[in-house]
Each structure stands twice: as structure tokens, then as C-alpha cells.
């Protein structure tokens, strides 16, 4: 377990940005040290463990880019036209022989580079004589449809670096190096509850006044996209000594444990209580909309996040707070989430000094700009906002009201995993 100390989250101020949160959770969760070396059809998503330097270079021979014919530039003259003979044939996989001086190669895409030649005519521009010879246009470019060995990666060169999660793209390159395996770091560990008396699960008997638990399975899927296993602990009641039984329960088996509902200060909160039995807790009032306080704990050097119940807080909370540490206790580098920007298509008032975050929907206007259309509500506990929309559009502290028209930062719920 990555153990922490016991005032990691503490913050000395009242209200916290977002930006400080991250801050807080990127410069003080430690990553779990265990490696794993896992088969390259099994890394995508996990976290690399060490840099990874080209132990080849790639291409790693030089190649044609081009069915054609290559040629010595030397041989040709750059103002008209030139007729050569055609000597030898080299296709995609098989050695090349050295070219011959005043000649050209047959040649295919991705065939090695006769020996001496260095320009390639594409196919298409040649003509080939009655005599059989080349006829190769005036103009093309000496190197022109020649890959050099090392072009797009150079031998030794760190293309793979520690922290990096791997997307398919970094499959692919570790594939064009031969790597068969690679160390990544272990998926971390993570505990999730539900609490409140108002929730039963799906599949389980609903009475009236219940509500079925859809937090849980949103926060599982989430965790799950970023690599994380889980363990779905079900529904915690609201009751103190049950809440501080199950965390101390849970603490030494996992990295991380996460719960929904109870942070706020009703009295039917008991989370806060229950985590303080059993370790040390720090409310994070963040200035951010929607969103509550977040409970952020450690319980026997595991950290505890505790999200607000409702789904739009715990969705967006998630993004902001659960998000990064995952990250950091998986030794991910932080990635920061970027806001592309994109046209408004409402009106909106905000409170200076807050993050806030407005639910919406992309569309293509006539002049072919994407605009953000505002979902109609704003509760924080319509979860058809989150599902009838495409993303979030970030308004910063600073800002006070959104005109149609105006440039908007927007963030594809794509891109929060
Ligand atoms: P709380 O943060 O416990 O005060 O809950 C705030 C609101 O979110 C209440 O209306 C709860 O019923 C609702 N809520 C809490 N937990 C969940 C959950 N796991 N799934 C869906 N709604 C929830
Ligand atoms: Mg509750």
C-alpha cells in the first residue's frame, strides 16, 4: 500500500480552488512502488514503469515511401527529362542489391533502399519506353519518397516515458521496438461504498421511500476506466460504528477507498464521524459548482475520499478530486484536463471566485463552428443532464457571465477517463 501520513490533505484556508486540490493530491499521494511485467496485448490503460529508449531505430532501415523507381540523383539532371535502364527489382521484405550507376531500381513501398540510390519516382509520374527503359520527369527533389532509417524515432532516443498511461498508440510503438512485455505499475486498489438509508441496489427489493444506488455504479465504471480494481462494497448505512467498522475493515487491502453521500453537515451525515473514528479527516470546502464539501481522510495511511451524493457532484467531484489521485497512486504523470474551446450558445451567471461547471450539448452552426448548447436544468441531481449531454464547459474564477457568442472551454466527458 502507498501509506500516507495522516495530515497529507490538510489546507489551511476556508474555501479551495480546484487548481489547489490538484496541487494538493499531485504533490503529496505517492505512488504504489510494485511492477508488473505484463504482455504487450494486455497493456493498454496501465501505467508504465520505467522509460523505454528506442533499442532500434525506426524505420530501422531506410526505405522506399513509394511503389516506383529509385534512382542516383547524381544521375539525373534537374531541368528535363531523363530515360535510364532498369537493372534489379527489390520488394517489400527482401534484401537490395546495390544500385548500379546510371540506372533505376524497380521498387516497392516500404523495400530497403538499393545501396548508393537515394531518390524514389513514384510510379504514377514514370513512363516506361518501347525499349523497356524509364523515362523519369524534370523536378523531383534528390531524397524525394525515401524514408531514412531513424526518421521518426532515432536509436536510443526515451519515446516511452515513465508515468506514461498507455494508449494504443504507445502499444503500437512498443510493438515496432519488439518488445513483447512491459513493466507498468499494479492496479491500484480501490473500496467503494454507497451510504444512506434512502439507497438499496438494483436486483434488491425497492420501498417506497428508497431510491436505487446509481451512484456506486457510476464511480465503479469511472475507476474502471482508469485502470483501477475494484471492490464493490455495497451500501453503508447511515450510522456511525457501522461506517468506522467497514473502513477500518477495508483500509489495509486497498490504496484508495471511495464513498458517495453523507459529507455534507446534516446530521444524518455520518460519514465524517465514522472516518474520524478510525483516522484523521479534513473537509474540502472546494469553490467549485456542482459540487459539495469532499471528505479527504486517511485511515491507517489509506486515503479516503468521501463525494458528495448527488450524481452531478459526485460526477464532477470525481473528475476533480478522485481523478487526479488515482493517477498519482497508479505513478501516472498528472494530465491536465484541456478545455478546447468552442462557441456559446447560452446565457449564464455565475458567481465570481468559483469554478463552475454547465452540462452541455455540441452542435455544428451554419458557419460550421461547434457551439455549446446549455442543458435546460441545472440540478445537481438530474442525472439526464449528464446522460442527454456531450460534455462540461468550464467557466473559471474569474469569470461572472457567459454571453451567446463568446468562446467557451469545453470538456468531452471522452476525455475524463
Ligand atoms: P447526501 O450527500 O447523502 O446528503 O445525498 C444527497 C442527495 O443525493 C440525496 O438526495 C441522496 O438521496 C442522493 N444520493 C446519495 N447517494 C446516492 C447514490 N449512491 N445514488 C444516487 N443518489 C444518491
Ligand atoms: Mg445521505
Redesign the pocket.
Known amino acids: 500500500m502507498a501509506q500516507l501520513s495522516d495530515d497529507c490533505f490538510a489546507f489551511g484556508g476556508p474555501m479551495m480552488s480546484v487548481d489547489e486540490a490538484v496541487g494538493i493530491i499531485t504533490s503529496r499521494v505517492t505512488a504504489v512502488k510494485d511492477v508488473e511485467t505484463v504482455a504487450l496485448s494486455e497493456v493498454d490503460g496501465r501505467v508504465l514503469a520505467h522509460d523505454i529508449a528506442a533499442p532500434l531505430p525506426l524505420p530501422p532501415f531506410t526505405n522506399s515511401a513509394v511503389d516506383g523507381y529509385a534512382v542516383r540523383a547524381s544521375d539525373l539532371p534537374q531541368s528535363q527529362e531523363r530515360m535510364l535502364p532498369v537493372a534489379g527489382r527489390v520488394q517489400a521484405g527482401a534484401p537490395a542489391s546495390p544500385a548500379q550507376a546510371g540506372h533505376a531500381v524497380r521498387i516497392f513501398t516500404g523495400a530497403p533502399m538499393p545501396e548508393g540510390a537515394d531518390t524514389v519516382f513514384m510510379q504514377e509520374d514514370v513512363r516506361i519506353d518501347e525499349s523497356g527503359q524509364v523515362v523519369l520527369p524534370a523536378g523531383l527533389k534528390p531524397g524525394a519518397n525515401v524514408r531514412p532509417a531513424g526518421e521518426d524515432i532515432p536509436k536510443g532516443h526515451v519515446a516511452l516515458k515513465k508515468g506514461q498511461r498507455l494508449r494504443p498508440q504507445h502499444v503500437a510503438l512498443a510493438a515496432a521496438f519488439g518488445l513483447t512485455r512491459l513493466d507498468v505499475t499494479r492496479r491500484i486498489r480501490v473500496a467503494v461504498f454507497?451510504t444512506?438509508d434512502?439507497?438499496t441496489s438494483p436486483g434488491v427489493s425497492r420501498a417506497e421511500a428508497q431510491?436505487f444506488?446509481?451512484?456506486?455504479f457510476m464511480l465503479m465504471a469511472m475507476l474502471k476506466r482508469l485502470g483501477c480494481e475494484i471492490s464493490d462494497l455495497g451500501i453503508l448505512r447511515d450510522e456511525r460504528g457501522a461506517l468506522a467498522e467497514a473502513l477500518r475493515e477495508v483500509a489495509s487491502r486497498h490504496d484508495l477507498i471511495l464513498t458517495?453521500?453523507?459529507?455534507?453537515t446534516?446530521e444524518e451525515?455520518h460519514v465524517k464521524a465514522g472516518v474520524e473514528t478510525v483516522g484523521r479527516l479534513v473537509l474540502w470546502r472546494m469553490a467549485i459548482k456542482p459540487g459539495r464539501p469532499v471528505a479527504m481522510g486517511i485511515v491507517a495511511g489509506t486515503p479516503f475520499i468521501g463525494l458528495?451524493?448527488?450524481?452531478v457532484a459526485s460526477f464532477v467531484t470525481f473528475v476533480h478530486v478522485v481523478r487526479p489521485t488515482v493517477l498519482a497512486l497508479s505513478g501516472a504523470a498528472a494530465e491536465h484536463l484541456l478545455a478546447m474551446p468552442v462557441r456559446a450558445a447560452f446565457t449564464y451567471k455565475k458567481k465570481i471566485g468559483r469554478r463552475e461547471y454547465v452540462r452541455v450539448s455540441l452542435r455544428k452552426a451554419d458557419d460550421g463552428m461547434l457551439e455549446a448548447v446549455k442543458f435546460p436544468r441545472e440540478g445537481a441531481?438530474l442525472l439526464s443532464s449528464l446522460v442527454d449531454t456531450d460534455g462540461l464547459v468550464e467557466l473559471p474564477e474569474s469569470m461572472t457571465k457567459v454571453e451567446p457568442g463568446q468562446s467557451v472551454g469545453f470538456i468531452g466527458y471522452a476525455s475524463l477517463t
Open positions: 454507497s444512506g434512502e439507497l431510491l444506488d446509481s451512484n456506486r458517495t453521500g453523507g459529507v455534507s446534516g451525515d458528495p451524493g448527488n450524481p441531481g
